[in-house]
């Protein structure tokens, strides 16, 4: 059964692959045979005048808020660590069972996807601060076949977790105390298998990534040949400067959140990466940050 699994996930990259080749060959007609209708339209009635909203966050706030997300989210979990540190549980009891192959391997394709998506996508926003040209054309054409792998990873990964990552009153407590992250002890934490901090990680990934894979493909494919949408009076131009507004605010949500996932898996929770290698996590890790899950296990006697 796991054979096909995997034997499946690779017709679908193998899908995919395809047919970003296909779409790659259709010419953009913004810029070509639409061109003088787009502006033409410009600022008319029916347009969306996001002309200098554009203008003015593409070319000043986006950068900046960028940048500082990049440098300071980091910095706060490098002040964490030094004054707080790592959670570090036993390894001498039993380990439980979490995460099947097929869920590590979509986790881990969606993973890698975005460890190319995110320091392309912000080199595409601060094109210019790198000097542009081939450098910056390269970063879009990866961060164009990263999203490929990511959009193959994102349907199954919501099936198999969707359930488990709906809230539960639990979830408000754990924000309340923001998962016991601020302090050295170790008291059980009210969380199912997943705490409210994945919950809000898996939502903006998945729902939120399938809208930045289409705001995405209007960037970058240029044409939107629906009828729903030419009925609306809306221009070709009022479409990509909404997907790119869209797209940029739901990108520096989702590289906040990346780092955090990152260092909650690397240096917040010792060890925590080996779940997502193995399978198992510690039990004492699952007794401590999973509570409720764990005494759900245990009257259902899996330990």
């Given at each position: 059964m796991k054979l096909k699994r995997i034997l499946l996930l690779f017709l679908f990259l193998a899908i995919g692959v395809f047919a970003s080749e296909i779409l790659k060959e259709h010419p953009s007609a913004i810029f070509g045979k639409d061109l003088v209708t787009s502006i033409l339209a410009y600022d008319?009635?029916?347009s969306l005048h996001l002309g200098h909203l554009f203008t003015v966050l593409q070319g000043k706030y986006f950068t900046m808020l960028f940048f500082a997300i990049s440098l300071g989210v980091p910095l706060i979990f490098a002040i964490h660590y030094a004054i707080i540190g790592p959670k570090v549980f036993s390894h001498d009891k039993k380990k439980i069972f979490v995460?099947?192959?097929?869920?590590?391997?979509?986790h881990w394709l969606a993973g890698v996807s975005f460890i190319v998506l995110i320091p392309t996508g912000i080199i595409m926003i601060d094109g210019a601060y790198f000097g542009g040209g081939e450098f910056v054309r390269v970063c879009k054409e990866l961060h164009a076949v990263s999203t490929?792998?990511?959009?193959?990873?994102v349907v199954p990964m919501t099936i198999f977790w969707f359930k488990e990552m709906l809230p539960i009153k639990a979830d408000i407590k754990w924000l309340m105390i923001l998962g016991g992250y601020l302090s050295k002890e170790k008291k059980p934490i009210p969380a199912g298998k997943f705490n409210a901090g994945q919950k809000m990680w898996f939502w903006t990934c998945t729902f939120g990534g399938i809208i930045l894979i289409?705001?995405?493909?209007?960037?970058?494919?240029?044409?939107?040949?629906?009828?729903s949408i030419i009925n609306t009076g809306l221009t070709q131009i009022d479409i990509l400067r909404l997907s790119a507004i869209i797209h940029d605010i739901l990108g520096m949500v989702m590289v906040a959140l990346f780092f955090t996932h990152i260092y909650m898996s690397m240096f917040a929770i010792k060890g925590a990466i080996h779940s997502m290698i193995s399978g198992y996590k510690e039990e004492e890790e699952v007794e401590i940050l999973h509570s409720i899950y764990y005494k759900k296990l245990?009257?259902?006697?899996?330990i």
């Open positions: 008319k009635e029916n995460f099947s192959m097929f869920q590590r391997l979509i490929i792998f990511f959009a193959i990873a289409l705001t995405g493909a209007a960037m970058y494919f240029q044409d939107f040949n629906f009828n245990k009257e259902e006697n899996k």
